[in-house]
């Protein structure tokens, strides 16, 4: 059983709290690569792409201990693992989908704020 950290548990901001949690660099992703349906590791590595093994292995069970994801293991040999969203998991795809929707369509000017921003940095620093 995983040990709870019970300051997490005892967090009194739980926008903090949870964005902390699928904010990283990974969980959306994940999440993202879930929602067409239940997907064996191998499949999630394949199409999310450049991460590795264990951070993919933390990720899924930081999004199962948050309930976000269902971990499933067939007692086969060799050990089958499925990995699906959870109703917890799939009510957050809404909310997902128009932070992604939004990222996309502004990248382009946070793009050009960060150029112009590095721009005036280096001219007061010349």
């Known amino acids: 059983m995983i040990e709870m950290d ?5 967090q009194q901001c739980p926008i ?68 699906a969203l959870t109703d917890l998991g799939r009510s957050f795809l809404e909310p997902m989908g128009g932070l992604v929707r939004w990222a996309d369509t502004h990248h382009q000017s946070i793009v050009a704020a960060r150029r112009q921003y590095a721009g005036r940095i280096t001219e007061a620093t010349a």
Do not use: H
């Open 16 to 83: 903090r709290d949870v964005l902390d949690r699928i904010g990283d660099q990974w969980s959306l992703l994940v999440l993202a690569a879930l929602q067409g349906g239940t997907k064996r590791f191998n499949e999630l590595m394949r199409e999310i792409g450049d991460i590795s093994k264990q951070m993919l292995s933390q990720t899924l069970k930081r999004l199962e201990q948050d309930g976000f994801v269902l971990r499933t293991l067939f007692p086969e040999v060799p050990p089958r693992v499925e990995y």
């Open 6 to 10: 019970q300051r997490v548990v005892d």
